[in-house]
């Protein structure tokens, strides 16, 4: 199994902008999340999907994210407008949920920068 | 909400035992304790997850009390590459929703 995708690995773009921020999960897992990732906050849960509905998008920050899973096997996070302070690594994580702390597979993550 | 809290940072050489541990004073019944560990520029990867007692695999053992209000992760003879940040994760069940609280991590340096 190839594990999750993420892509692209790295963005850079300029404040104002669109990012749409891309995850394919591991085949046959049901959950897939979404978590923001520095050195000031730490690893933060932004939204976690189960059977591709959203369950729990509290740790979204603003109305600026959005989160989407259309099927199984794709998800996407967007943001517009960003700002400077969305820089940060954005993981998204899968896997086969019978409780909230069971296991999740990580992808390589998405570096971005807004400047 | 349940809240975790680890040391910061950690330092140890190779060939030694590394404990590292977590409280977590409210968790739930239901509620299993999972770490993880993180390398630069990768994500979190699982290394063991209990409920009670002990738990060991081909990685770690994971020690947990009676009253479940902590968790150490004990790495057996630790090498270089055992560099990481590990994170120790509890459920919480908040009102309607269960939310996933990550402890900020240990920054683990293995010296030479």
Excluded at chain 2, 41 to 66: C, D, H, W
Aim: proline fraction near 6%.
């Amino acid at each position: 199994d190839a594990g999750v995708i993420q892509s692209p690995r790295h963005e850079v773009t300029e404040m104002g902008q669109e990012v749409t921020l891309r995850c394919k999960p591991i085949s046959g897992h049901n959950s897939l999340f979404w978590y923001r990732q520095t050195m000031m906050r730490g690893l933060e849960l932004l939204i976690y999907f189960n059977n591709n509905v959203p369950i729990d998008d509290s740790g979204m920050p603003e109305d600026r994210f959005s989160a989407k899973m259309p099927n199984a096997s794709f998800s996407t996070l967007k943001i517009q407008p960003s700002e400077p302070r969305d820089s940060a690594v954005y993981f998204c994580a899968s896997g086969v949920q019978r409780e909230i702390t069971d296991t999740q597979y990580f992808g390589p993550g998405t570096r971005l920068t807004v400047l | 909400l349940a809240k975790t809290t680890q040391p910061i940072s950690m330092d140890s050489y190779e060939g030694q035992e590394v404990n590292i541990t977590c409280s977590h004073n409210n968790i739930a019944t239901n509620d299993y304790i999972t770490w993880y560990q993180q390398f630069p520029s990768q994500g979190p990867r699982f290394i063991i997850q209990g409920y009670k007692t002990k738990v060991t695999n081909e990685v770690a053992s994971l020690f947990i009390p009676a009253d479940r209000k902590s968790s150490t992760l004990s790495l057996p003879r630790v090498s270089l590459s055992d560099t990481a940040v590990y994170y120790c994760l509890v459920g919480d069940n908040a009102g309607n929703n269960r939310k996933l609280i990550w402890g900020l991590g240990t920054s683990l340096a293995v010296n030479p």
